[in-house]
């Protein structure tokens, strides 16, 4: 497509529900990041896949967080036994990965999660 | 792990004053970027910077990359109400990695 698209584009859920957040990335993009914002904060690093490499998941706050990435293109974020503490936009990014003067991410348009 | 700091976290200018944000890295960076979020909408690239000492402008905004690769600056000259939004500058969390760790940023708002 032309640009990210992340679905859904709002997620309201109860405490203790799972959920799955979709991220579809540009054609032809290798690597695919998944930030999460908190309200008026910062980008917290999550996970980040590179082509056919095991994904960096340094970032992912518990065992609740899960995330993959299936041939190399769309992506599903996975968060279990949802907290209040989870409620924030989950926000996909990709980028070509050439040379280091080509890696610039192009963020989808965010999915808001509510954890009631 | 590697941290990205800004200064200031907030700024308000009147229309036409000039800005600027920091950037400091606990670490060196092979490259800096800089991103705007504008109120609502999600980060959108503005550059990157590789070479030491580096400076770029675009129109009214000057990029700066420090000689040690470890600190970066935004200035505006001028300021617009259009340039409203939250600023952040990201650079790679280590060496052959290009996971982007990004900074605090700094969110600007314009008085006219």
């Known amino acids: 497509g032309a640009g990210v698209s992340q679905s859904p584009s709002n997620k309201v859920t109860e405490k203790g529900k799972d959920v799955e957040l979709r991220c579809d990335p540009i054609?032809?993009?290798?690597?695919l990041y998944w930030y999460r914002q908190s309200l008026g904060q910062g980008l917290e690093f999550l996970i980040y896949f590179q082509g056919n490499s095991a994904p960096d998941k340094s970032g992912l706050p518990s065992d609740r967080f899960s995330a993959e990435r299936t041939g190399g293109s769309v992506s599903t974020l996975t968060i279990q036994r949802t907290q209040q503490e989870d409620s924030a936009v989950y926000l996909c990014?990709?980028?070509?990965?050439?040379?280091?003067?080509?890696?610039?991410?192009?963020f989808g348009a965010g999915s808001r999660l509510t954890v009631l | 792990g590697q941290q990205v700091m800004q200064i200031p976290q907030y700024q308000h200018v009147q229309e036409g004053e000039d800005f600027t944000t920091y950037c400091n890295s606990s670490?060196?960076?092979?490259?800096i970027q800089w991103y705007k979020q504008r109120p609502g909408g999600h980060p959108v690239f503005l550059i990157q910077?590789?070479?030491?000492?580096e400076v770029k402008k675009q129109k009214r905004l000057t990029f700066q990359f420090g000689e040690a690769k470890k600190n970066s600056s935004l200035h505006i000259t001028a300021t617009q109400t259009t340039d409203v939004g939250t600023y952040f500058c990201a650079g790679p969390g280590g060496s052959g990695t290009y996971k982007y760790i990004f900074g605090t940023g700094t969110r600007l708002k314009v008085l006219a």
């Open positions: 054609s032809g993009h290798t690597a």
């Open positions: 670490t060196t960076l092979s490259n």
């Open positions: 990014a990709s980028s070509p990965r050439g040379p280091s003067g080509a890696n610039v991410l192009t």
């Open positions: 910077l590789v070479k030491s000492g």
